[in-house]
């Protein structure tokens, strides 16, 4: 069985900070991992993903995300946060078998 | 405009009556999926299928049936809705699970 493990259910930064959203993963197989963001009252929009090749993804928004095989981690990050920023963040893992499963979610709240 | 559209978008209904979510999508996406959204638990697949006539289930598909006829569209059933269920439900489509995925605009849905 696959698995996401979002330690933090919220992340306080203060603008222009440089911000980091954390993600561990289990899956048998390869790793296919993507961040989703869902601003408030607003459906879910891809960011990035990892499938293969640099282990430094970058994504939409000035986000990247590192990949980090021997840890089992693809923490989000971002070099310097805006307020703008501030939503619900997911990190998802598919296996490569058809099912997709998503992280508990991580709020993400950049002080002005 | 390339899109995934779900009706309807709000639903009050009581518990037993039969009531069907739509999903439709005009990318040409083979692979579809459902998912609701609990808080703390983020996203949680229902159900997907990879293409017509093609569905298997999620992780939590208890009291839940889909179809797929058609590619575009990818209906989800409650038969006999119970207040469990009370949650946002989000339609999504993508080529394929290794592709980002396309997100519905949502269906908040509540069973008194």
């Known amino acids: 069985a696959q698995s996401v493990a979002q330690p933090e259910d919220q992340v306080n930064v203060a603008e222009g900070n440089p911000l980091t959203v954390k993600c561990t993963y289990s899956?048998?197989?390869?790793?296919?991992l993507f961040w989703y963001v869902q601003y408030p009252n607003r459906g879910l929009q891809f960011l990035l993903k990892?499938?293969?090749?640099?282990?430094l993804v970058k994504g939409s928004y000035g986000f990247e995300a590192e990949f980090n095989k021997s840890q089992t981690s693809f923490h989000l990050k971002k070099p310097s946060a805006l307020v703008s920023d501030s939503a619900l963040y997911f990190c998802?893992?598919?296996?490569?078998?058809?099912?997709?499963?998503f992280g508990t979610g991580t709020k993400l709240q950049v002080i002005p | 405009e390339a899109q995934v559209t779900q009706n309807p978008r709000y639903l009050i209904t009581v518990t037993g009556k039969k009531l069907t979510v739509t999903c439709s999508q005009n990318m040409n996406h083979e692979y579809m999926s459902w998912y609701r959204q609990d808080p703390g638990l983020g996203l949680r697949q229902i159900y997907y299928s990879m293409n017509v006539e093609v569905t298997d289930k999620g992780d939590v598909p208890e009291g839940y049936k889909v179809s797929r006829k058609e590619k575009r569209n990818f209906p989800l059933i409650l038969e006999s809705p119970s207040p469990n269920q009370t949650s946002l439900y989000f339609c999504a489509s993508s080529i394929g699970t290794l592709y980002e995925q396309y997100f519905g605009p949502g269906t908040r849905l509540t069973v008194t």
């Open positions: 998802v893992v598919s296996g490569g078998y058809q099912k997709v499963t």
């Open positions: 990892y499938i293969t090749g640099d282990n």
């Open positions: 899956v048998s197989g390869n790793p296919y």
